[in-house]
Structures are given as C-alpha cells and as structure tokens.
C-alpha cells in the first residue's frame, strides 16, 4: 500500500509540565502537510512513544486523524514487546481514526524469526487496519530477516516496511520477492535516495519536520527521471539529515523546531534537552532562512 512519498515520524508536543500540548500538535500537524509530508507517523519513537501511556496515544490518534481531517495518511504506533498488548492498542486504535498501524519490532526479548513471523501475524490477524512493519534492530536488538518479511507480506493486511537496517542488499530481496503492493520506505533519512534507486516507495523521515519540501522535491525529481538535481538536493540537506542526529534523536529535532518557531516543547526524560553549545551548534547547520522565518 502506498501511504505516499514522505512520511513524517511525528514528534509528540508537550507542555511545560510535560503534559501533552493538543494545541501545538494541532499547529505541528497542519505545518508538517503544509510542507512536504503525504502522511504523519504517530507514537513513533521519534514521538516518544516509550514514556506515553497507551491513553495518551489513542488520544493523540483520535486527534491527529481529525486535525489532518484526510488532508494525509495517518500511521499510528501501537506495537511493543508484548503480542497481548500490542492486539490490545491496534483494536483501540481502530476506532480512532487512523488509516494504519505500524509495529516495531519487539525489543529487548529478542525473539527468533518464527517468534517475530508469529507475533506479527497475529496483531494483523486481530485488525482490519493495514499494517507497517518496522525494522529497527539499532533500538531492538534483532532484525527481522528478508525471508521473514516476505512471508509476512503474503498475510493479507500486512502492506508496508519501514526499513531502518541500513543494509539496501536486505531491502533489495524485499523488493523484488514481494508483490508490487507491497510498499518498502527508508527508515533512514540520508539512505532515501539510494532507497528509491533500488525500488523504494519513500521514507519515513525525523528531518521531513525541517526540509519536508525538500525532500519531497529530491523523491518527486527522481521519480521524473532528473535525478542529477535529486542527488544536488541529497547533498544539500543531508548535513541537515546529520545535524538532527549528533544526539539523541529526538532531542535535535524538538531543538530545530522550537528554533524555527514551531513550538514543541522538551523531551520527556530519560531523554534530555540539548545543552546550550550543542543548540548552538545545531543552529548553525540549519537552514538559516527557516530559522528567520520563525523570527
């Protein structure tokens, strides 16, 4: 399934009592389809998902859904380590609103491939939603294998990988072993380009909430065939792509925002927020004009 060629890992906004903001994240949705996102992940990491309580992401669903109103696919994060409670969060996330779910996964148990294969066909089985599988064995100690995704992708509403192994080989098996509806994105942002070059759909970006239209204009110029003014625009952001990853993701990008005027609020601990040298140092490789925009 196609969900579109930029998706943004949403970051969740809070308060100054680290209450979720609703207010800024009505704001943080409409500028992210404003510019460049086709569709928002929600509950992510990237949105913190590990210090939210599962009230606080169906809340953030329900409202995500109704602020984008359509305008863009909404993904909803509902998997974790445990099977029972990731059925248990997808079927609460049915009656949200969203148009899909994306599954980590499961991390720190390190189950086999046989446990990963089970484990995802039955919260597939127990939804009526689309299902993204999410590769990320830097956060969860185990990858799920190329043969393993491929029979994954023959359950009927499992539709989509986001790949986040950095290993384009792996994801080159994906591609030509699974059917054409089956969508794989980068989970990397600076390997979208080379993703693209090897059939990927897209990426599941933390820097599209910086160079959104940017890299919606890198995915757009390839897919037309320009794709020397897609790799000149690879080179101009990828220091961009670098900056918002020095630390701790997402502590930069939170940073970035709040420096281009899109309020977001901190991190939740045990993240942390950037210290003064490393704000400043974060300033310097953004976009100066997106910086004085926001005043």
Known sequence: MNFGQVLTAMVTP?????HVDFNKTRSLVNYLIANGSDGLVVAGTTGESPTLTNNEKLDLFRFVAQVANGRAAIIAGTGSNSTHTSIE???????????AVMLTTPYYNKPSQEGLYEHYKAVAQATSLPVMLYNVPGRSAVAIAPETII???EVSNIVSVKEASGDLDAMTEIISKTSDNFTLYS???????PVLAIGG?????VAAHVIGSEMQEMITCFNNGDVKRAATIHQETLPVMKALFKQPSPSPVKAALNMMGINVGDVRLPMMPLTDEENHQLKQMLPSAKVTEAG
């Open 89 to 99: 969060l997808t079927q609460q996330a049915e009656a949200t609103g969203v148009d």
């Open 187 to 193: 989970g990397d942002d600076s390997l979208t380009l």
């Open 151 to 153: 029979r994954l992708s």
């Open 14 to 18: 809070f308060d100054q009592n680290g």
């Open 201 to 205: 759909n897209g990426v599941i970006s």
